[in-house]
């Protein structure tokens, strides 16, 4: 077999393959005895048509479905033969073929780039610290109570903070308008959910009451054709719902299985989880913020392949997030441009980071490992019975080595990079920051 390359740009390569006619005649001839053993023709018995008969009648359609396989075969035999990694699938463009003879064919694909990793020390980053007061710890326990809070219907006035049920419709100049209109829908006074006015326009309003009410659509509203439009909006309330929060009792602090009884046990477990929670964001926000400075001191292609499965990945995990719980969306009708940016960084850092690991020849530091997961298991009633599942796991134990591994470069760039210590409060650490540049969750799932 005969192959030629060449480069077409720096990640993608067009190779010319060259099959001998013997290598096909062979392959042609063992499939037109194969069958002519199971073939029925007229005039002749069972499995013995003579394999003459076969080539004439078939000899064509056989021959394609074998170059078929010859193609499967010589293309992987002729990557490794010139040392080539595919990033995807190949496009395929057969020569014509006469039917007989040796067989041409050309094989376009992309390659994983070569990197060449530039001096880390060009990297600074800030990296956060922080502490937890006891002021932080009486804002989450605030938070816990309005989760936990129960609605109940009211005879009375709308007042600030209660829970609406309405039905309401927008109008432009007398016109329904799209998306301006919803029914039994709960909106709580004082959210700030609607537009302005709107929920101003609620209160006081009693449940049966129908009401119009007139607002402005800000200037920067995301629906450019309703942007600074005056709208009027048909209002029934439905149900009028006040709050009812949980006592700080025993019966709540049950809920959350502290270690120790009473409300400072129960103070101590929230803290506990919160500092869980602020080392994790913490040290999320480090690597992003050196995986991100250290990317823009690599300039490389990235093959289209990669950064289209990361595009499916992405939309897969924005339906199970938004969903709804419905498992039976099609992730196309996601538009590609939604996660483009994210994608092609998450399949640059990737690469990047799998060429770190590489160059420095990095193994999972099992004692990393093994930290890694019983930190993992803390949050757990049975922390032994978690480990046990991640160590004997294989794919399981694979994610795990991957946060490691991921740590270890990290820690690889940390060491060369120019560090600025910044102190920031609570709410700052833990607050949510552009998407995770890698891909990956900080930990693997938790679900055992």
Known sequence: MQVSVEATTSIE???TITVPAEQVDTAVDKKVNETAKTIRIDGFRPGKVPTKVVKKRYGASIRQDVLGDVIQSSYFEAMQKENLKPAGMPHIEPEQDKGEGEFVYTAIVEVYPEIKLVDAAGIAVDRMTSNIEDADVDTMIDVLLNQQTQWTEVLRAAADTDQINLDFEGYLDGEAFDGGAAQGHDLVL??????????DGILGMEAGQDKDITVTFPKDYNAV??????????????????????????????RFNPKEEGEAGFRAEIRSNMNRELNQALKAKLKNGL???????????????LVTEELGRLKQQALQQFGGGNENLDPSILPDEMFQDQADKRVKIGLLAAEIIQQNDFKADEVKVKTLVQEMAEGYQDPQEFIDYYMNNAEQRGQLDGVVLEDQVVEHLLSAASVNDVVVDYKTAVEPEAKDVTGDEEEPSQEA
């Open 13 to 15: 390569r067009r190779l």
């Open 190 to 199: 004082g959210s700030n959910s609607m537009i302005p006015g709107f929920e």
């Open 225 to 254: 054709e309703l942007a600074g439009k005056e709208a009027t909006f048909t209002i029934k309330v439905n149900t009028v719902s006040e709050a009812t929060k949980p006592e700080l009792n025993e019966e709540f602090f049950a």
């Open 291 to 305: 995986l991100n400075a250290y990317l823009a001191l690599n300039t490389f292609d990235v093959p289209k392949a």
